[in-house]
T-cell receptor
Framework: EDQVTQSPEALRLQEGESSSLNCSYT??????LFWYRQDPGKGPEFLFT???AGEEKEKERLKATLTKKESFLHITAPKPEDSATYLC??????????FGTGTKLQVIP | ETGVTQSPTHLIKTRGQQVTLRCSSQ?????VSWYQQALGQGPQFIFQ???????GRGNFPPRFSGLQFPNYSSELNVNALELDDSALYLC??????????????FGSGTQLSVL
């Protein structure tokens, strides 16, 4: 069964203090690893899809990387508006997407 | 281009009742998935519909059922509600074939409370 483990559960950063979120996964035949952002009371918002080890994608202050067992979401010089829960998810290419429990990020001005 | 819309936004039911949640997919999307998100947890896959047929199901009992209509709107029905069914129910649409799931576009969800 596909599994996704995210760490840490919660992270508190000062504005401008860079850090990384971790996503460890097991899946039979990875077809895609996803990162989503979720604000309170909202549905998840798509950020990135990574397909193979070594792949990297960037969007503003966020950069996602992928190895055969892990993915990292690097946040460079975060701002308070980056505060949210970040969800990692995987799919083996069928209908089901398996999500982790998320990392709740708080960025303090 | 319209996004994914869900109704109602909040709902309170009592144990044993039945509930229907509704979703309107993003324009042009032919696949809809439903997820249950308990407080502090990640979304859990309930099932997916593609071309009006159930196309995959997670570990949820048969009292969770769904429909997809020709205009790609969708319903989630839950019978015999239990207290543990209290959660945020998310609808997600995508433009996908029967196999590969591409990125999902989520609605804001329906918050269901079962008393």
């Amino acid at each position: 069964e596909d599994q996704v483990t995210q760490s840490p559960e919660a992270l508190r950063l000062q504005e401008g203090e860079s850090s990384s979120l971790n996503c460890s996964y097991t899946v039979s035949g990875l077809r895609g690893l996803f990162w989503y952002r979720q604000d309170p009371g909202k549905g998840p918002e798509f950020l990135f899809t990574l397909y193979s080890a070594g792949e990297e994608k960037e969007k503003e202050r966020l950069k996602a990387t992928l190895t055969k067992k892990e993915s990292f979401l690097h946040i460079t010089a975060p701002k308070p508006e980056d505060s949210a829960t970040y969800l990692c998810a995987v799919t083996g290419g069928y209908q089901k997407v398996t999500f982790g429990t998320g990392t709740k990020l708080q960025v303090i001005p | 281009e319209t996004g994914v819309t869900q109704s109602p936004t909040h709902l309170i039911k009592t144990r044993g009742q039945q509930v229907t949640l509704r979703c309107s997919s993003q324009s042009g999307h032919n696949t809809v998935s439903w997820y249950q998100q308990a407080l502090g947890q990640g979304p859990q896959f309930i099932f997916q519909y593609y071309r009006e047929e159930e196309n995959g199901r997670g570990n949820f009992p048969p009292r969770f059922s769904g429909l997809q209509f020709p205009n790609y709107s969708s319903e989630l029905n839950v019978n015999a509600l239990e207290l543990d069914d209290s959660a945020l129910y998310l609808c997600a649409s995508s433009l996908a074939g029967a196999r590969v799931t591409e990125k999902l576009f989520f609605g804001s969800g329906t918050q269901l409370s079962v008393l």
